[in-house]
């Protein structure tokens, strides 16, 4: 059975302090990890990963993924309160046409002022 | 805009009655997806389409059906909902397939069945 772990569940911080979030996961026939990010309504994209070992960055977001040792990270630098959100990883998978994408249950921040 | 767009955003219903949640993208996207979310279980999918005439089931598609008759629109049907599918739903949509392009979300149903 395929799984997503996230890790974890709820981490509380200060403004300025750097955070990094965890996600490692059980798949076959893995193609891409996915971060989202989930404020209030939608979960927006963040980030896709599919190669080892390359480092995607945007701003103060940076996410590098491990194939070999099946896990990714998600760090955030300098946090602030508009950084407060549910982290949420995804896993897609492609088997003979089968399309699936297995969430992780997210991780909570939040960033107190 | 390019957006997902559901509807309604919150709904009350009782056990048994049929319900449609509409989902509809304005991006010319291929691929669409229901979701619900519950705590403690994250996103879990229920249907997906790849394309117009093209469905299958997720991971949770007991008490739903959709259709796909045209490319923009996917909608959810509960034929007879139960109060077990009490959640919040979530439409999305990507170009040609999540795992080489991102998700679009809706803004989300909260759906509760009394």
Not at chain 1, 4 to 12: F, R, W
Not at chain 2, 24 to 47: A, K, T, V
Not at chain 2, 77 to 101: D, H, K
Request: proline residues 4%; charged residues 20%.
């Amino acid at each position: 059975e395929d799984k997503v772990v996230q890790s974890p569940l709820s981490l509380v911080v200060h403004e300025g302090d750097t955070v990094t979030l965890n996600c490692s996961y059980e798949v076959t026939n893995f193609r891409s990890l996915l971060w989202y990010k989930q404020e209030k309504k939608a979960p927006t994209f963040l980030f896709m990963l599919t190669s080892s070992g390359i480092e995607k960055k945007s701003g103060r977001l940076s996410s590098i993924l491990d194939k070999k040792e099946l896990f990714s990270i998600l760090n955030i630098t300098a946090t602030q309160t508009g950084d407060s959100a549910i982290y949420l990883c995804a896993v897609a998978k492609s088997n003979f046409g089968n399309e699936k994408l297995t969430f992780g249950t997210g991780t909570r921040l939040t960033i107190i002022p | 805009e390019a957006q997902v767009t559901q509807n309604p955003r919150y709904l009350i219903t009782v056990t048994g009655k049929k319900l449609t949640v509409t989902c509809s993208q304005n991006m010319n996207h291929e691929y669409m997806s229901w979701y619900r979310q519950d705590p403690g279980l994250g996103l879990r999918q229920i249907y997906y389409s790849m394309n117009v005439e093209v469905t299958d089931k997720g991971d949770v598609p007991e008490g739903y059906k959709v259709s796909r008759k045209e490319k923009r629109n996917f909608p959810l049907i509960l034929e007879s909902p139960s109060p077990n599918q009490t959640s919040l739903y979530f439409c999305a949509s990507s170009l040609e397939g999540y795992y080489n392009s991102p998700l679009h979300f809706g803004n989300g149903t909260r759906l509760t069945v009394t």
